[in-house]
């Protein structure tokens, strides 16, 4: 650690001594001297937060000697939400400020980030705040819900545009590549062709002759119906694979040849299917929390089946069961008998970071349903894929 700035020198004319007091709070101050300026206003932003983390407090980090104070502690005034808010954009990068507010709704509880409507007109949208709005919409009267939609309608609308791409490159890129017979221009695999006639190379006049064009066939835009049904557990902890579940299957509605299902359980079922072409309006009417009977919820998803051998079952849970898991297993394991892929998905977020009950997820694997972690994209492009070997006719 670096001696204190020579006297008359302001300690923030150093950045690296700057960084550690901002690191490490009033603690710090023997070595760096006081911050001034600007640099004391970060640390004020920083104490409100981070001062109140007892841990910090206990190995001499951060002690809260500043924290609500707009000059590092120099002063009476403390700091709410809506100021806080309004200094950390004024203060730090974007970047920063995204994990400051990740960490005040995530780690330090700071609900009226998301149920003050004057927070929420400053807040930048992002899914770590939504996932805060769905967490605590039951704590916002109507003018803060009104409010709170502006983030559920930006988020949902990035996931879109983010996901339908990939979504219609796993549907559109599932051609079939047997070779034709039939001699059609648009058909001509230039590939096939090329490495089937590297033999009549002729290096002086740098070409190929080719003696035996190659074509391959393309499936027929008639497609058998497949059923997708997506059962997603609504407790607290998956609040992120509701919203990528929400999207996915708004992504995937309409596509054809498939029919999809989207159903929201704790210990109560609630089909959502009828919502899913406006994925705000679904997420604002999901209420997260409660126990969570996984069987139930089978159950109702082995009901909707219409063709076993066409339909996929998406079950998106923690599987930490409160119903019954031995019916649960066996209900499971009748599907995959009659036919019925079933997954068993332990997240369905951008970020795929499973946390779930190993013994009763390898009790499922072993009734023949995968257990596993999948992206949003990646269920698009299973489901494609399953689509694409039993769903197609060729010509």
């Not at 391959?216 to 059962?231: D, G, I, K, P, Y």
């Not at 946390?355 to 269920?379: E, F």
Request: glycine letters at 8%.
């Amino acid at each position: 650690m670096s001696s204190a700035a020579p006297e008359g020198t302001p300690a923030a004319a150093d950045p690296s001594l700057e960084r550690w007091r901002l690191i490490l709070g009033s603690p710090a101050e023997r070595h760096t001297g006081p911050p001034h300026g600007s640099a004391a206003a970060r640390d004020a932003a920083l104490d409100w937060l981070y001062g109140r983390d007892e841990d910090l407090r206990r190995r001499g980090v951060r002690r809260g000697g500043s924290a609500g104070s707009r000059e590092g502690g120099s002063g009476p005034s403390q700091l709410t939400a809506v100021d806080w808010l309004d200094d950390v954009h004024k203060l730090f990068p974007k970047e920063t400020v995204e994990r400051l507010e990740r960490d005040a709704v995530e780690q330090y509880g700071i609900d009226e980030i998301v149920t003050d409507p004057d927070v929420l007109a400053r807040v930048e949208p992002s899914p770590t705040l939504l996932r805060a709005v769905l967490r605590t919409k039951h704590l916002m009267n109507p003018a803060v819900l009104a409010a709170a939609r502006r983030i559920v309608e930006t988020v949902v609308r990035q996931l879109m545009e983010r996901l339908r791409p990939e979504v219609r490159r796993a549907f559109t890129g599932s051609r079939s590549r047997r070779p034709s017979r039939v001699p059609l221009a648009r058909d001509f695999d230039f590939r096939t062709t090329v490495r089937a006639n590297l033999a009549h190379y002729q290096p002086a006049e740098r070409r190929i002759l080719i003696q035996r064009p190659h074509f391959h066939s393309r499936t027929s835009r008639r497609l058998e119906q497949w059923q997708l049904v997506l059962l997603v557990d609504q407790s607290g902890s998956m609040a992120g694979s509701v919203i990528h579940s929400a999207v996915t299957a708004a992504c995937l509605w309409g596509l054809p040849g498939l029919k999809t299902h989207l159903v929201a359980f704790d210990t109560e079922v609630v089909d959502l299917t009828s919502e899913v072409t406006d994925p705000v309006e679904l997420l604002m009417g999901v209420q997260l929390g409660g126990g969570t009977d996984i069987a139930r919820a089978v159950d109702y998803g082995a009901c909707l089946v219409e063709n076993p051998r066409r339909t996929i079952v998406a079950l998106i849970s923690d599987f930490y069961e409160g119903g019954d898991p031995f019916r649960l297993v066996r209900t499971v394991r009748r599907l995959v008998e009659q036919g019925t892929t079933v997954l068993c998905l332990a997240a369905l977020d951008e970020a795929a970071d499973p946390v779930y009950d190993r013994a009763l997820a390898g009790r499922l694997a072993q009734a023949g349903a995968p257990v596993g972690a999948m992206t949003p994209g990646r269920l698009a492009e299973f489901v494609a894929e399953r689509i694409g070997r039993g769903g197609h006719t060729g010509r």
